[in-house]
């Protein structure tokens, strides 16, 4: 997917002027996602926050390479600059000599649990599961997915709506998970478990798009796709899953 967030504001000042940035290709690594192949200056289409989750993962570290904050997948250049911020107030602290570790832990904890609540309403809506990744969740993990917050209310039957209510969205379950991930070095963190929900692949079929916003489903049905490592020698192009890994200046 393309991460045309980090280029546009706020979040490209804010990159810029408080952080380092860096790139790692994750096409070899198992948890790599699959999509299709998108061209430099094709097509790009608004989606919700945390979508392509296993295609694309933004991490955010301190100078020493501690994991502060991550989001997995596409998120909103306004909604990444609040987490772009908590993740400056983490390395505060993390940085600070009046905390001992336990208390770093400690305020690791509360303050991403603590700021679910302070995400403004916009956001939220802006984070609730695709479709097909909510639909992946209800058939493969009804009961142990940390995503559906009711599963009594999720059925399966076919030509049942899926209803909202019964899931949680990206942006609270993010923070729920990091937190049994306190200030961990990023060489430890494991992405695959972070990066874990909905379909491996991800493809709105952005470079078969259309003027009229029709997707042309032939010429998407022929394009190549990325992801894979076989895949990508095919393409003879980047792939497009990354690793973002944005620390802070000094």
């Not at 001992?100 to 956001?123: N, V």
């Not at 929900?197 to 493809?203: E, L, P, V, W």
């Amino acid at each position: 997917m393309r991460a045309v967030s980090l280029s546009q504001e706020p979040a490209l000042s804010a990159l810029k002027n408080h952080f380092v940035c860096g790139t790692k290709d994750i096409t070899n690594e198992p948890y790599a996602g699959e999509s299709g192949m998108h061209d430099n200056f094709g097509n790009a289409v608004v989606t919700t926050n945390g979508a392509g989750g296993h295609n694309l993962q933004l991490f955010m570290l301190s100078p020493d390479g501690v994991v502060l904050n991550c989001l997995p997948g596409y998120w909103a250049p306004q909604d990444l600059v609040l987490e772009m911020q908590l993740a400056s107030r983490l390395n505060r602290v993390w940085q600070s000599p009046q905390y001992s570790r336990q208390q770093k832990d400690y305020l690791f904890k509360k303050m991403h649990l603590d700021h679910i609540s302070q995400h403004p309403a916009e956001m939220v809506r802006r984070s609730h599961l695709q479709g097909f990744d909510a639909m992946y969740e209800a058939e493969n993990k009804l009961h142990t997915s940390d995503f559906i917050r009711n599963a009594s209310t999720v059925s399966l039957a076919s030509g049942q709506h899926l209803p909202a209510s019964a899931f949680k969205t990206a942006d609270e379950v993010m923070h729920e998970r990091i937190v049994a991930h306190p200030f961990e070095q990023y060489d430890r963190f494991n992405v695959a478990a972070f990066s874990d929900y909905g379909k491996q692949r991800y493809d709105k079929h952005e470079d078969a798009m259309q003027a009229d916003g029709r997707v042309d489903h032939e010429k998407a049905a022929n394009m190549p796709s990325i992801g894979k490592a076989q895949d990508h020698k095919k393409a003879g192009t980047e792939n497009n899953s990354k690793e973002w890994g944005n620390t802070f200046r000094q």
